[in-house]
């Protein structure tokens, strides 16, 4: 998908979240941490609704609490007060067990870095979500098979994590937070250790996987212009998550990807370490 088919079909769903049930809700979430004699408020009364499908980007400083509402919207840790709502399931009152058992089951992870296991080859690693869910071999093999062709990095499946670039580790790390076909996709800086050219690229791949998957994706980045991809931005200001309205949505975007006409799938760049 180019710029314009990104864009485009941001618009529309924009015009059909207003009209349809929210698929993700959080609702007047509270949380706040005890340091020494200091009670430091993370989130105060923070709400917010997501259609079914919406690329959501989070903004916010250093210690703002975007990792905290991630953290609360995977279901690792509680909210001190209010409401989450994935589909059907209200996160927040489930046993921590049967949170561990969503989020593996229904929660793919992107992290800044890249958080792969370094004596497991690409292929193991991809398939490791699958593995823990009790999939066969020979069905998590294939299903990781097909998402390492989409991501372009088939050919190194029996390759360490050590000898691929920071852009090729990334990529894998996407492959793998998709294998387990989630419903929602959760990047926290997934770009962060990237450099621009190669951000740029992991970004419109993560964005174009989910896109097709018809997945939910919430990143949490520090640059507006990354947040910009998504189809709605919020900033995480004192505890409370305001919508924030690009001025050049998608545009700011400066390179497009490039698809070869047999497979319509990128055409990574060796020398931007893609």
Request: proline residues 5%.
């Amino acid at each position: 998908m180019g710029i314009a088919g990104i864009e485009a079909t941001r618009e529309i769903r924009q015009v059909e979240g207003n009209g349809h049930e929210p698929f993700i809700r959080l609702v007047d979430l509270s949380k706040a941490y005890q340091e020494g004699d200091r009670r430091r408020v993370v989130l105060d009364g923070a709400s917010a609704d997501f259609a079914r499908g919406e690329f959501i980007s989070l903004l916010g400083r250093s210690g703002s609490g975007k990792s905290t509402l991630l953290n609360l919207v995977s279901g690792i840790d509680r909210p001190d007060a209010g409401e989450i709502w994935i589909g059907d399931h209200e996160l927040t009152r489930l046993s921590e067990r049967d949170r561990t058992l969503f989020r593996r089951r229904r929660i793919g992870f992107v992290f800044q870095f890249f958080n792969l296991i370094p004596t497991l080859t690409v292929m193991e690693n991809v398939t490791l979500p699958l593995e823990l869910g009790g999939a066969p071999v020979k069905a998590a093999r294939a299903a990781a098979g097909s998402l390492l062709e989409a991501v372009g990095l088939l050919d190194r499946a029996a390759t360490f994590p050590d000898k691929l670039s920071g852009g090729e580790q990334q990529r894998i790390a996407i492959a793998r937070a998709l294998v387990h076909d989630p419903m929602l996709v959760l990047a926290d800086e997934p770009t962060g250790n990237l450099d621009e050219a190669t951000g740029q690229a992991v970004l419109e791949l993560l964005d174009r996987l989910t896109r097709q998957a018809g997945k939910n994706l919430i990143m949490v980045t520090h640059s507006p212009e990354s947040a910009c991809l998504a189809d709605r931005v919020f900033h995480l200001h004192a505890g409370k998550l305001q919508h924030e309205p690009c001025d050049d949505p998608v545009h700011r975007i400066t390179q497009k990807p490039v698809f070869t006409e047999k497979t319509q799938k990128p055409a990574f760049s060796e020398k931007a370490g893609f």
